[in-house]
Structures are given as structure tokens and as C-alpha cells.
């Protein structure tokens, strides 16, 4: 059968003529319009997704130097936390400056006993049982210059009794705890033991061929 627009009326022609004519917008539409619409759509909320994290980034940037601010003090505060309670390792030189702060007051040291240590969560406490021999002013000396350490000393259970037969240097004996508080440093925890207590990092031994 032979087909041709010019066997078609006029008006057959032209109605030909849209058909194919919307037929082509609606390929047009639908292969490259809409695809590139949607693509377009996706581009933009990229853009907006990056634009938002960029603004994000020039937020932060603008706050850096109170953050910077923020971590310096907090810097201060944890070295000014750590001159009051002093680290674990600084604690026995700490007892060894109370032990010549007593002889420099004059007093004569018959008891210098580290009693056992309490541990807390963030902190522990060194206990130590002092005994001392001398007079009451050398013992107001001796607790006003612990008073000064820049690490805290507390003195608990004080107790003075007179001498029966004082001499000018010995009227009194004394006897009190001096705690010092010592802050612990955090440790990693270990590694858990592979099956029958073997670490997962140690391998059986290889049989000898």
C-alpha cells in the first residue's frame, strides 16, 4: 500500500502534520526536557547541600579563635588543677618537702609513716602518720608553712600532750595525719586475652617439619 501526505486532503495534511509535530515535542519532552530537568533539580540541591556546608565552615572559621581561646583556658585550669593536686610521680618529693619542713621548724620527727592510699574516682589520698617532739610554737610554724605549700596538705586528728618533764627545746609531743591528694592519670585499657589467656597477637608455635 502506498502511503503519501500528498494523496491526503488539505486539511488531512495539516492534521498529518500536527500529529507528527506534537509527537516530536512529546519525544523531545519526555528523552530530553524531563531528564534534564530532574538532573537539574539534583544539581541544585547540591548546590545547596555545599553552599549550607560551606556556610557551616565560615561559621566555624569565624568562631576558631574563641574555640582557641576556650582550649587555652582550659589548659590553664587542668596545669592550675595539677599544682594543687600534683601528679602521681611528684607525690613522694612532696612528703619529703613536709619531712624538711618539720626539721626546719624545729621539730623532732619520731613517726613519718605513710598510711595506706584511698583511691577515688579522679584523685587519691596519701595519708601520712606524723609524730613530732618540740614546743607550740614550733609547731604553729610547721603547720603555717604546710599552710603555704601551693599543693593542698590537710592535717587531721591533731593531738598535743604536754610533756611531764619539758626541757626549753621539747614541752609537747604531737601527733596528726597530713593528707596530700594526688591526681591519678587515666590509663588505656588493656587489650582483652585471646582464648586461654593467650593474647590475639601471640600465634601457636609452628611444628617442626
Request: proline letters at 7%.
Amino acid at each position: 500500500m502506498d502511503l503519501s501526505l500528498t494523496k491526503l486532503p488539505w486539511w488531512g495534511q495539516i492534521v498529518a502534520f500536527l500529529v507528527l509535530a506534537l509527537a516530536g515535542i512529546g519525544a523531545f519532552v519526555y528523552y530530553y526536557e524531563w531528564p534534564a530537568d530532574a538532573e537539574f533539580e539534583s544539581r541544585r540541591g547540591q548546590l545547596a547541600t555545599i553552599q549550607k556546608d560551606i556556610q557551616m565552615g565560615v561559621t566555624t572559621a569565624r568562631k576558631l579563635p574563641e574555640f582557641r581561646a576556650q582550649v587555652t583556658e582550659l589548659e590553664t585550669r587542668l596545669n592550675n588543677l595539677k599544682a594543687v593536686l600534683p601528679e602521681e610521680k611528684d607525690a613522694a618529693d612532696l612528703l619529703r618537702r613536709m619531712q624538711t619542713v618539720a626539721t626546719q621548724s624545729n621539730l623532732t620527727i619520731k613517726l613519718f609513716k605513710p598510711a595506706t592510699t584511698v583511691t577515688k574516682q579522679l584523685h587519691a589520698e596519701w595519708p601520712i602518720n606524723l609524730e613530732l617532739d618540740g614546743t607550740y610554737h614550733n609547731l604553729a610554724q610547721f603547720f603555717d608553712r604546710v599552710s603555704k605549700f601551693t599543693r593542698i596538705v590537710n592535717i587531721s586528728n591533731l593531738d598535743i600532750t604536754g610533756k611531764d618533764r619539758p626541757d626549753p627545746n621539747s614541752t609537747i609531743k604531737a601527733s596528726c595525719v597530713a593528707t596530700t591528694f594526688v591526681l591519678l592519670e587515666r590509663q588505656a585499657p588493656k587489650a582483652p586475652a585471646g582464648r586461654g589467656g593467650i593474647p590475639p597477637a601471640a600465634g601457636a608455635p609452628k611444628a617442626a617439619p
